[in-house]
């Protein structure tokens, strides 16, 4: 039955031997009347009682119009088919023989055939518009994801321009400033969406573009939903993860030590502190975030930290290498995608477990946020790479290369098993976090006497 409905999944009621499957994909057991079936959100038309080879069944046509008539005269004409009536009892039929009854829902039937006609004439449009043009984070080996499978499969150039994320508002800014609009997609961090993407105007609602029926499905989406970081679903947030905050030479320090960011304080630690400068934007910024939002710890506890005299940085390697060489003993708040480059160069280097930390640590999407500029030059493009990116394909590369672990529930997670989101953990890129900035900096400056 599969390969021959598939295309028209939502017609077809499957049932083997007292066993069958919903329209929506759910398993379910009948054995009564028939009146129940025809009555869970579909309405039937027509209902055909099938015994024999299914192999037999026709895949019939779809048209805009008379698609129940269609579909109904075709089942009709196999061989052992037969039209029931509604109320008519349904008989559980030996194990040996196939039992399949099809519902010929009109409203299902319109839904597929509208979303496979949209597809269709979007990804025709796309194809003619011949690229999209997509701002996204830097890294030969970021980029090549980001852009070869697509090209590949759709055949539309994608024209790439990689950016950290600070030289973004500018350079928008300017462009949009001289009446120029060339970026379609924006592949970035949150940080990005918060404080330019959005409050500059620039992004269009994403859930119009979104087409592919797997894409839209909140099931395949970790919490039940796709994740927007405002209420307009303009930016998208696609890879929330779990983060790295504390780093150990494992031959100075036992990672199992570290229990509690409480343990931090002990006085042996005193002097053998770096972390990385929460006051400009980054993963420093946002360890020092989720200490202030954690009930736990707060304000308090960063003033407790200070008196422990960490030396600050605000260069990723310099703080990386100072742990490596043993010049400092616990490193807080680097790039854990840095950190795990480095140790796979060979450096002696661990990345705390967040799940053996008393508070856990924040959860945090990295650089990937997706937003949708309005007045897209290839707006056809734009969408078949949006959806793309979120399907299975497109996810599984871009979350593997980058260490992230996508939302989507069906992308595997064994290249960072611990960076699965912990409940309840602390998002620290959401407004809220975003408009504490100013009080974590200030509260840094005092403590830490800057």
């Known amino acids: 039955m599969s390969e021959t409905f598939l295309e028209i999944r939502n017609l077809a009621l499957g049932r083997r031997g007292g066993r069958g499957y919903q329209p929506d994909g759910s398993r379910q057991t009948w054995g ?14 027509r209902i055909f009682f099938f015994e024999g080879d299914l192999r037999r069944l026709p ?24 039209q029931v009536r509604s109320g008519e009892t349904m008989k559980i039929m030996p194990r040996s023989r196939s039992v399949v009854f099809f519902v010929v829902a009109l409203s299902a039937a ?34 090549d994801v980001l852009v070869e499978p697509f090209q590949k499969k759709y055949g539309i150039t994608v024209e790439y321009f990689a950016d950290r994320g600070s030289g973004i508002g500018p350079r928008l800014s300017t462009e949009r400033g001289a009446g120029q609009y060339l970026w379609d997609v924006a592949v970035t961090g949150t940080t990005t969406g918060l404080l330019v993407l959005l409050p500059g105007g620039m992004l269009d609602p994403m859930e119009p573009a979104l087409v592919l029926s797997d894409v839209k499905d909140p099931k395949q989406w970790r919490g039940g939903a796709l ?31 570290i229990k509690s960011y409480k343990d931090l304080l002990n006085p042996k630690w005193r002097k053998k502190i770096v972390m990385d400068d929460p006051t400009k934007a980054g993963p420093g910024q946002a360890t020092f975030t989720f200490f202030y939002l954690h009930p736990e710890l707060g304000p308090n506890f960063i003033r407790a930290l200070a008196k422990q005299q960490p030396t600050v940085l605000r260069d990723y390697t310099q703080e990386i290498d100072g742990i490596a060489r043993e010049k400092y003993s616990i490193l807080i708040g680097v790039s854990d995608i840095v950190a795990e480059e480095r140790m796979k160069d060979g450096l002696p280097v661990a990345i705390l477990d967040p799940r053996q930390i008393k508070e856990g640590s924040d959860v945090s999407p990295g650089s990937g946020g997706l937003g949708f500029f309005n007045r897209a ?19 599984e590369g871009f979350a593997k290369v980058n260490g992230y672990i996508s939302a989507r529930l069906d992308v595997p997670t064994d290249h ?7 409940p309840g953990s602390i998002k620290t890129y959401t407004q809220q976090a975003i408009d504490i900035k100013d009080d974590i900096t200030a509260l840094f400056k005092e403590a830490f006497a800057r």
């Open 416 to 422: 960072s098993p611990w960076r699965v989101p912990i």
């Open 227 to 257: 994740e927007f970081v405002d209420p307009g679903k303009r930016f998208l947030v696609m890879t929330p993860s779990q983060r790295g905050t504390l780093f150990v030479n494992p031959k100075v320090v036992k990672p199992q030590e």
């Open 377 to 395: 030059p290839h707006l056809n493009a734009a969408k078949v790479y949006i959806n793309w990116l979120l399907s299975k394909e497109g996810q």
């Open 59 to 82: 895949a019939f046509p779809l048209a805009p119009s008379g698609i129940e008539r269609t579909g109904a005269q075709q089942v009709a004409q196999v061989p052992g088919a037969r």
């Open 110 to 143: 319109s839904a597929q055939l509208c979303f496979g006609q949209e597809w269709e004439k979007i990804l025709a449009a796309g194809k003619k518009e011949s690229k999209v043009a997509v701002i996204g984070p830097v890294g030969a080996d970021r980029r």
């Open 32 to 45: 009564g009347p028939l009146d129940p079936l025809i009555s869970r959100g579909q309405k039937a038309q």
